[in-house]
């Protein structure tokens, strides 16, 4: 049971697009939401996070907006550019359970086209 | 960064054989996890480990062993590999649980004939 549904799979946008990659969970005890980057031939590496009593956090080019009664929470890349081409995951976890484990997504490949 | 590394960093057997991968880091983290990547199923859990006494199924284990043998390194066995085993594996660091960030090693690919 995929307990962290991610859409779409793959993703073309030309430079300065905004590609727009969705998530949906279905335990409300999470409440710890990361989104995870990886660069071909590498390991994934946090990019931004968020916890359910906010509905926007922004970092750069980088926003995540959240939906608590949704249960969605989604990445948006401002003006994306040609190196922001990579794997993306979604993710979740019980913050406040301490256990450390993270319910990642299917991941979504994103290439921007120059 | 080389805080967490893996060996190999790429791995061909055959059906049946035993093979471990290794993990080590610098991050004197004590929590450590290995992960199974496969395309369209994203990163999956089959291990984690607390510390060094207290180790933790994740929800693929079956058909794989781990071993932690000291803070800074964590195994991973396969007793007798099987094709669908055939994935790419990321050990990962923490330094608690909960809100921390997870460290990935750059992973081991594994081809199983």
């Known amino acids: 049971q995929q307990q962290v549904k991610q859409s779409p799979q793959s993703l073309i946008v030309q430079k300065g697009g905004i590609p727009i990659i969705n998530c949906a969970y279905e335990?409300?005890?999470?409440?710890?939401f990361p989104w995870y980057q990886q660069f071909p031939g590498k390991g994934p590496a946090l990019l931004i996070a968020?916890?359910?009593?906010?509905s926007e956090k922004k970092e750069g080019r980088f926003t995540i907006s959240f939906n608590k009664s949704a249960k969605q929470f989604s990445l948006h890349i401002m003006d994306s550019q040609p190196g922001d081409s990579a794997t993306y995951f979604c993710a979740a976890s019980r913050g406040s359970g301490n256990t450390g484990k993270l319910i990642f997504g299917q991941g979504t490949t994103l290439q921007v086209k120059p | 960064d080389a805080d967490v590394t893996q060996t190999p960093r790429n791995r061909i057997t055959k059906t049946g054989k035993r093979i471990m991968l290794e993990c080590s880091q610098t991050?004197?983290?004590?929590?450590m996890y290995w992960y199974r990547q496969d395309p369209g199923l994203g990163l999956r859990l089959i291990y984690y480990?607390?510390?060094?006494?207290?180790?933790n199924k994740g929800e693929i284990s079956d058909g794989y062993s781990v071993s932690r043998q000291a803070q800074a390194k964590f195994s991973l066995s396969l007793e007798s590999a099987i094709p669908n085993q055939t994935a790419l594996y990321f050990c990962?660091?923490?330094?608690?649980?909960?809100?921390?960030?997870?460290?990935f090693g750059p992973g081991t690919r594994l081809t199983v004939l």
């Open positions: 991050k004197g983290h004590d929590r």
């Open positions: 968020i916890r359910p009593d906010v």
């Open positions: 335990n409300t005890a999470f409440d710890y």
């Open positions: 990962a660091t923490s330094e608690n649980g909960g809100r921390d960030t997870q460290y």
């Open positions: 480990s607390f510390d060094v006494k207290d180790i």
